[in-house]
């Protein structure tokens, strides 16, 4: 059974920067694998924010995030990772990295195309 787990999540300033990784275990990815970043501020429902392919060559962001937060994955370690900069107070949510196989192009974006999810971790971003 696919086991993630994230971390590096944590208190940091308005324009400080953190990088959040997930480490998968349990299981392999192929190509048609995708992993994804997605947050829940609080009070609200839990939203998009970044996925990949498993072979790291197509990346979808929310418009939200576009340019200040990069999503990678390192395959050797099974890990993806996400490198938040510039953050902002409106950026302070829990967030949760996400693992699906056979997801289509256009659904890399919907919660609901994922199947393994993790703990979550929070990042909460002050003024």
């Known amino acids: 059974q696919v086991q993630l787990v994230e971390s590096g999540g944590g208190l940091v300033q308005t324009g400080g920067s953190l990088r959040l990784s997930c480490s998968a275990s349990?299981?392999?990815?192929?190509?048609?694998?995708?992993m994804g970043w997605f947050r829940q501020p609080p009070g609200k429902e839990r939203e998009f924010v970044a996925a990949?392919?498993?072979?790291?060559?197509?990346?979808r962001y929310a418009d939200s995030v576009q340019g200040r937060f990069t999503i990678s994955v390192d395959k050797a370690r099974n890990t993806w990772y996400l490198q938040l900069n510039n953050l902002q107070p409106q950026d302070t949510a829990v967030y949760y990295c996400?693992?699906?196989?056979?997801?289509?192009?256009?659904?890399?974006?919907?919660?609901?195309?994922?199947?393994?999810w993790g703990q979550g971790t929070p990042v909460t971003v002050s003024s």
């Open positions: 996400s693992a699906g196989t056979g997801i289509i192009l256009s659904s890399l974006t919907l919660r609901t195309a994922y199947k393994h």
């Open positions: 349990g299981g392999t990815f192929s190509n048609s694998g995708a």
């Open positions: 990949i392919r498993w072979n790291g060559g197509t990346t």
